[in-house]
């Protein structure tokens, strides 16, 4: 029989097995605080947030804990034919199964999915003697909310030692320009090796140090830079990656996300827009059940999403890259999203690091 170490001792200990800590179960934390309104429509600002975004998207989801019913098809322009800067994700559109019959329906078919995501250093599955002894992070579904996140990042005294987290920061000084990106990009996949190599077993990509002298490097860019980096050194079934970030806000926002290598997303600035939004909403709710809506309507437009593949669990979608590059240089794409497909040639890195510096203009 294979080698079982015992479950961690203390407060992570109850609901827990032998390789798996539950986030629920560990000690509730208090999340950020929530901004002023000035520095809340700043940071919506250079995140590219606009009135349509939190009228069309942002609040029906509240309202109705799904995404807002829309025509059939997208007949949107390709995004690298705008004149204004757009979020990267516009760039890749997902494949999708060559069958005449959805290969899963996600609302008939919902018992066999699954949005459970494992977080943390992945056990060698031929490895019998060490296979079962992982330690890892379980959560229910990948959308964190920003108590939950604190609750990751405090994880290292709550689970016996089992896990080390460190947060990296997706951000560099403005002053450096769109010409920065590059170096920044470089500095953040270098500090994750180390990190890894360190032994820390999470890490927290995070974008909440913006202001007006730091930019922060588009989430997707700067997730899948480090995923790949790391498996390029062979290193990337040693730890997690948990993306804190204000640029994810709707369900496409999450699953370019995902398939590039992350394994829960925080998104802060979501949480935050929707405190200031209760008092403009037509029902009387609380902040509690708007945040839980908006997590439902996620969750479900995710399944939805994995459907079109045949994919039902959110583990196999995780960093899976079922996506197709449009409007993006070959070269940008290997270099940071390698192993996509570029099926038209567009910007590169020095146009994306423009697109984000003027958001933060």
Partial sequence: MPRRDGPPRGPAARGTSFHRVDLHDLPEVVGAMSPDPETLLDRQQAFGYTQEDIKFLLTPMVLTGQEAIGSMGADNPPAVLSGKPKHLSNYFKQLFAQVTNPPIDPIREEIVMSL????????????????????????????????????????????????????????????????????????????????????????????????????????????????????????????????????????????????????AINPWLVFETIKTLLHDLPDDIDYKTARDRYIKAVGKGLKKVMSKMGISTYQSYCGAQIFDAVGLSTEFVREYFTGTATIIEGIGLDAVAQEAVRWHQ
């Fill in 116 to 263: 459970v995501s494992l977080i943390g250093p992945r056990p060698n599955l031929l490895g019998l003697e060490s296979g079962g002894s992982t330690m890892r992070l379980e959560t229910s579904q990948p959308v964190l909310t920003n108590e939950d996140l604190e609750r990751v990042r405090s994880i290292e005294t709550q689970a016996g030692g089992a896990f080390r987290t460190k947060t990296l920061q997706m951000t560099y000084p403005v002053a450096e320009g769109s010409a920065g990106m590059r170096q920044a990009l470089q500095q953040l996949c270098e500090a994750a090796e180390q990190a890894v190599l360190g032994k820390y077993n999470i890490l927290i990509l995070s974008d909440r140090r913006v202001n007006a002298d730091n930019v922060a490097i588009p989430a997707l860019l700067a997730t899948s830079a480090v995923h790949h980096h790391l498996i390029r050194k062979g290193l990337r079934t040693e730890t997690g990656l948990v993306i804190e970030t204000g640029a994810a806000l709707e369900v496409h926002h999450f699953a370019t996300l995902a398939g590039y290598g992350a394994e």
